[in-house]
């Protein structure tokens, strides 16, 4: 079975903090996501990876950056933490258009 | 661009009732449609989805969906809900070719009720 791991379910940070949220895949995916969460809103891609050291922005990426050094692991980076980023945040990873495999979330509150 | 409809955000259903959640989308190409479920605490997982083919999907859990491209419109059925059906469920459209995004839309909260 695909398994997308994301390593903290729940997290608290102050305003200003640099947040680091890692997603790691073990199917070998070429394909990683971020999204967040907001209850009305649904799910907003954030930003999204083809290839190692590939991005791009999705629809709503201000404030936020992403890392890719290895093919399973997909980092999104917060720079500087702000209350409006409070928030569920999905990682997903897909080998195509088929399907996407999404991990457990993190719940991330910016006090 | 693609875009997606759930008009519904909440649908209360008793046991045993049958229910539909609604989807309309919006595209000027070839797409691909999805439904997922998300239940308290957890990820999102496939239910079904619509590549090509028989316009009837089935998918898991008891649930299909018919997609109607003259109504554009990709609608989640299931004949007799459970208390565990009880999810947040998430419609979701791709282009189908030359991405691999998906663009999802706001989300039902489907409510079984005993």
């Known amino acids: 079975d695909v398994k997308v791991t994301q390593s903290s379910r729940y997290l608290v940070k102050r305003t200003g903090e640099k947040v680091f949220l890692e997603c790691v895949q073990d199917?070998?995916?070429?394909?990683m996501f971020w999204y967040r969460q907001d209850p009305g809103l649904g799910l907003r891609l954030i930003y999204f990876?083809?290839?190692?050291?590939?991005?791009e922005k999705g629809d709503i990426p201000e404030g936020y950056s992403v890392s890719r050094e290895k093919k399973e692991r997909f980092s999104l980076i917060l720079e500087s933490a702000s209350t409006n980023q409070t928030s569920m945040y999905l990682c997903?990873?897909?080998?195509?258009?088929?399907?996407?495999?999404f991990g457990p979330g993190t719940r991330l509150t910016v006090l | 661009a693609q875009s997606v409809t759930q008009l519904d955000s909440q649908v209360p259903v008793f046991e045993e009732a049958p229910v539909e959640l609604r989807c309309n989308y919006s595209s000027s190409v070839s797409v691909y449609l999805f439904w997922y479920v998300q239940y308290p605490n957890q990820g999102l997982q496939l239910l079904l989805k619509?590549?090509?083919?028989?316009?009837l999907v089935k998918g898991i859990n008891g649930f299909e969906a018919e997609f109607n491209k003259s109504q554009t419109s990709f609608h989640l059925r299931k004949p007799s809900v459970h208390i565990s059906d009880t999810a947040e469920y998430f419609c979701a459209v791709s282009k189908a070719s030359g991405t691999y995004k998906y663009i999802f839309g706001t989300g039902t909260r489907l409510k079984v009720l005993a």
């Open positions: 990876s083809y290839d190692v050291k590939m991005k």
């Open positions: 619509y590549l090509s083919g028989s316009t």
């Open positions: 997903a990873s897909s080998w195509n258009q088929n399907e996407q495999f």
């Open positions: 199917m070998d995916h070429e394909n």
